[in-house]
């Protein structure tokens, strides 16, 4: 299969870490979405990435698409439980996270443009959302290792889900776009599940290339 994402995108991201952790080959096709002439509508009528195209051609999007598909197809490192209430808590986490990472890309790209062309009111208004956002996530993952926490997450002796990997795409990504941000400081415990993730191969090969 083949993804078609940026190399900065934190949905790109999140669907590569799941294909790198659940160990499934994959090649990569790098278009940015916001350059002309871009080949991403060949893919996709929302010309959004990222996009998987499996090998009868056929396309795959949004990243939660591609990720509950991709959790389906190889049983290694289940990402997402089956349990329904705990499947929704993780997918809610997803929602959470790529929620704050949807604010911080529409702010990133508003303060893109000129000067006298930006809003302060649609700035402040996605800046409330991220840090509500991030206080959400913040709140919901607690003092527990991970956000499913205590070992009873998905059944293959790794806590690790779904909701922890979308959150560390977001963090990484207002890292990118936000370095003025400190969440580190005002959210200790996204700090230290951030620098779990870190430790793994799968977010340290994903780290966003400008
Ligand atoms: C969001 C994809 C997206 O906005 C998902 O896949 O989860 N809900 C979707 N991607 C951006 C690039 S980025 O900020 O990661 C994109 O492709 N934007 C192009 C556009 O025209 O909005």
Same mark, same amino acid.
């Given at each position: 299969? +083949?993804?078609?994402?940026?190399?900065? $995108?934190?949905?790109?991201?999140?669907?590569?870490?799941?294909?790198? @952790?659940? +160990?499934?080959?994959? %090649?990569?096709?790098?278009?940015?979405?916001?350059?002309?002439?871009?080949?991403?509508?060949?893919?996709?009528?929302?010309?959004?990435?990222?996009?998987?195209?499996?090998?009868?051609?056929?396309?795959?999007?949004?990243?939660?698409?591609?990720?509950?598909?991709?959790?389906?197809?190889?049983?290694?490192?289940?990402?997402?439980?089956? @349990?329904?209430?705990?499947?929704?808590?993780?997918?809610?986490?997803?929602?959470?996270?790529?929620?704050?990472?949807? #604010?911080?890309?529409?702010?990133?790209?508003?303060?893109?443009?000129?000067?006298? +062309? %930006?809003?302060?009111?649609?700035?402040?208004? %996605?800046?409330?959302?991220?840090?509500?956002?991030? !206080?959400?996530?913040?709140? #919901?993952?607690?003092?527990?290792?991970?956000?499913?926490?205590?070992? $009873?997450?998905?059944?293959?002796?790794?806590?690790?889900?779904?909701?922890?990997?979308?959150?560390?795409?977001?963090?990484?990504?207002?890292?990118?776009?936000?370095? !003025?941000?400190?969440?580190?400081? #005002?959210?200790?415990?996204?700090?230290?599940?951030? !620098?779990?993730?870190?430790?793994?191969?799968?977010? %340290?090969?994903?780290?966003?290339?400008?």
């Amino acid at each position: 299969m +083949k993804l078609i994402t940026s190399l900065t $995108s934190p949905y790109g991201r999140k669907v590569r870490v799941v294909l790198l @952790e659940k +160990k499934i080959p994959f %090649q990569i096709r790098v278009e940015n979405p916001w350059l002309p002439g871009n080949a991403v509508t060949d893919f996709n009528p929302l010309g959004k990435v990222p996009v998987l195209v499996l090998e009868d051609g056929s396309s795959v999007f949004d990243s939660r698409v591609i990720v509950e598909y991709l959790d389906h197809v190889s049983p290694v490192a289940h990402l997402i439980p089956n @349990e329904p209430k705990i499947r929704m808590m993780v997918r809610g986490v997803e929602a959470l996270a790529d929620g704050v990472t949807d #604010a911080a890309v529409a702010a990133y790209l508003e303060r893109k443009r000129e000067a006298d +062309k %930006q809003s302060g009111d649609w700035l402040t208004l %996605q800046e409330k959302t991220l840090f509500r956002g991030l !206080e959400a996530l913040a709140e #919901a993952l607690g003092e527990k290792p991970w956000f499913l926490g205590n070992g $009873s997450g998905n059944g293959n002796g790794n806590s690790m889900t779904l909701a922890d990997v979308a959150c560390g795409c977001t963090l990484g990504y207002l890292d990118l776009r936000f370095p !003025e941000i400190d969440w580190r400081t #005002a959210h200790p415990n996204l700090a230290k599940l951030f !620098e779990k993730l870190m430790t793994r191969t799968s977010f %340290q090969e994903t780290v966003p290339v400008v």
